[in-house]
């Protein structure tokens, strides 16, 4: 609470540029909170799913696999729908279906954290801005007063260097932000592409009328 009675006098001292980052800086927390949210909602058993999957083929229900994964949430299940669609196909149908369902999640990813990445480069320019052109200011305005020393000096630069500071506060956490997403990102299209490939497998074994290996379905489910 005490700090809060100080913003407005921060804000106005930082000038132009304090409103940019204080725009900057409810974008990104905005952005981040989003997909935050986002990660959470789309987490999905994967080991599980290929199992049940797995129960659904070697039964030679198809429709069953297909309506199992309509009634689940998440990306992983739209990949492998997008396969089950196409199982009369051949196995490079049924690849290139779970590949192009594995880009359209990815663009999904990848929402918001590139903007989260920007205002992680363009915050501390927009503080380095701010105080060069609040420093301008000042000993513009002292030629123009004729005041001298060094404590007329001092005042204007740290009152310059608000925003310097303000940049550098909303960068770190957006630096943070961003390579964790993308780390969640690279993880999650990884997950994706390896129970894509498990499930290909397992199509192309029932198609040859071959047990599935225990290596793709474990006998028991946890």
Request: hydrophobic letters at 50%.
């Amino acid at each position: 609470m005490i700090l809060i009675k100080y913003i407005p006098d921060v804000m106005n001292k930082g000038g132009v540029t304090m409103w940019a980052l204080l725009f900057c800086s409810v974008l990104m927390l905005a952005f981040a909170g989003e997909r935050v949210y986002f990660f959470i909602r789309i987490k999905s058993d994967s080991g599980s799913i290929i199992q049940k999957l797995a129960r659904f083929l070697s039964l030679n229900d198809v429709k069953g696999a297909i309506d199992y994964l309509r009634n689940l949430s998440g990306l992983l299940p739209r990949v492998l729908e997008a396969g089950l669609l196409r199982y009369d196909g051949d196995k490079e149908d049924i690849e290139a279906a779970m590949a192009n369902g594995i880009q359209q999640q990815a663009s999904l990813l990848e929402r918001h954290v590139g903007t989260i990445g920007t205002i992680a480069v363009i915050s501390p320019f927009l503080g380095l801005l701010g105080t060069i052109t609040g420093m301008i200011s000042s000993f513009s305005e002292i030629a123009a007063r004729g005041l001298t020393g060094p404590g007329v000096i001092a005042t204007g630069v740290y009152e310059a260097l608000y925003t310097t500071a303000a940049g550098l506060i909303i960068a770190i956490p957006a630096v943070i932000f961003h390579n964790y997403f993308r780390a969640r990102i690279k993880e999650t299209l990884t997950d994706m592409e390896i129970n894509a490939n498990k499930l290909l497998e397992i199509i192309v074994f029932v198609k040859k009328g071959k047990a599935i290996p225990a290596a793709l379905v474990p006998a028991k489910e946890d």
